[in-house]
């Protein structure tokens, strides 16, 4: 299985975002935490920070929207080419629409779920998806400890998504860090969101390579 690590810049510098997204060269692409005080309770950048940062780089940039009325705002940042763009099912009031409108977009279109939001109800939804987001901490603050509750619905996840024919990416995000992620792994997760492991690390890129060797070990 391809193991991807996509640090998120949340808990990173974010007066100097550019430098901060050059300081691990070794990740697969950069997170982005999209939220509008409304859907979570915090505030962080919307589409203009995006597209600075899309002008600015050509990396990878995974969109993390937890943001409400998402079917309306979500577009934007396929548009302004971002390569994948993540939605909260719990935002979402036509989600086979929003993730075609996202593909049509030229972006990977990608479901994320909340820790108490279950899988099941959306498997009908997997072939619309390029990949599924399971928070493994409730969605608004990075720092949180890793919930181990999670675990079995990842494992759920990968069993729908190999029923499907095994093409979806499933990432988690929350408190993934070395001593969180393996477990992660053997759930069957093979995307990883790590924040406030890589950008507290003293050099967040050996972060980010050491977490991508113990995935894959
Ligand atoms: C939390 C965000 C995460 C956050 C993860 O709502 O979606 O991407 O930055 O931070 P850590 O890795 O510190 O839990
Ligand atoms: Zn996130």
């Known amino acids: 299985?391809?193991?991807?690590?996509?640090?998120?810049?949340?808990?990173?510098?974010?007066?100097?975002?550019s430098a901060e997204i050059a300081r691990v060269p070794s990740a697969d692409g950069i997170h982005l935490d999209v939220m509008d005080n409304r859907f979570v309770p915090n505030l962080t950048f919307g589409l203009p920070v995006v597209e600075s940062v899309r002008a600015d780089t050509d990396r990878f940039l995974d969109i993390h929207l937890m943001i409400a009325d998402v079917d309306r705002w979500a577009p934007g940042y396929a548009e302004a080419?971002?390569?994948?763009?993540?939605?909260?099912?719990?935002?979402?009031?036509?989600?086979?629409?929003?993730?075609?409108?996202?593909?049509?977009?030229?972006?990977?279109?990608?479901?994320?779920?909340?820790?108490?939001?279950?899988?099941e109800p959306y498997e009908d939804l997997l072939p619309e998806l390029d990949m599924v987001l399971l928070m493994t901490v409730e969605p608004g603050f990075g720092g949180q400890s890793f919930m181990d509750s999670v675990l079995p619905k990842i494992?759920?996840?990968?069993?729908?998504?190999?029923k499907h024919g095994g093409q979806l990416w499933l990432q988690v995000d929350g408190g993934i860090a070395a001593d969180?992620?393996?477990r992660c792994v053997v759930a069957g997760a093979d995307t990883f969101v790590a924040g406030s492991a890589v950008y507290r690390a003293d050099d967040p890129d050996a972060m980010v390579r050491s977490l991508h060797d113990q995935a894959v070990a």
């Open 81 to 119: 080419g971002a390569e994948s763009v993540t939605f909260h099912i719990e935002a979402s009031e036509k989600p086979v629409a929003l993730a075609r409108t996202l593909r049509a977009a030229g972006a990977r279109a990608s479901m994320a779920l909340k820790p108490g939001t279950p899988i």
């Open 155 to 162: 494992a759920q996840t990968r069993a729908l998504i190999d």
């Open 180 to 182: 969180t992620i393996e």
């Open 1 to 17: 299985m391809e193991i991807r690590i996509t640090p998120s810049v949340l808990n990173a510098d974010l007066a100097n975002l």
